[in-house]
């Protein structure tokens, strides 16, 4: 069983009915699932030796279960170019630059103001959204 804490947040916005927010509370997470949360009364330095790891949240705002559905649904046909592969965050920043590898990775990513057609922006929709649902995420469609 694989367990982490979020320690301490700043704040945990538990989105039930009452809108409750907890400040500095922890939130113990067992196998991806939220198991319980700790308010700020109860004691966890035994918890935090025992755990596989800790995020430390003191700066942090945790919303429990919010699932990000943010998918540039053209972006299906372009991550399999083999120059944008794993190699994003070297070639892309600063995205405003005038270097050649900045504009490359520019045009890779988000083809549509560079020419992209119709026709595969159109195609890239269904396969983003076969994407998104074999990770079991729902979607908003772009």
Do not use: F
């Amino acid at each position: 069983m694989t367990t982490l804490l979020i320690h301490r947040a700043r704040c945990i916005a538990t989105q039930d009915d009452a809108n409750t927010e907890l400040n500095d509370a922890s939130l113990l997470i067992c196998d991806g699932r939220i198991e319980r949360i700790i308010p700020t009364t109860e004691d966890t330095d035994e918890l935090v030796k025992q755990v596989d790891e800790v995020i430390d949240a003191r700066r942090h705002v945790v919303v429990p279960g919010l699932i990000n559905t943010h998918h540039h649904m053209y972006q299906s046909l372009t991550r399999a170019i083999p120059g944008l592969q794993n190699n994003r965050t070297t070639r892309c920043q600063p995205l405003h630059a005038q270097r050649p590898a900045a504009r490359e990775c520019h045009i890779g990513l988000w083809p549509q103001p560079h020419g992209a057609t119709d026709q595969p922006l159109c195609a890239a929709v269904p396969a983003g959204r076969c994407a998104i649902a074999a990770v079991g995420r729902p979607a908003l469609a772009e």
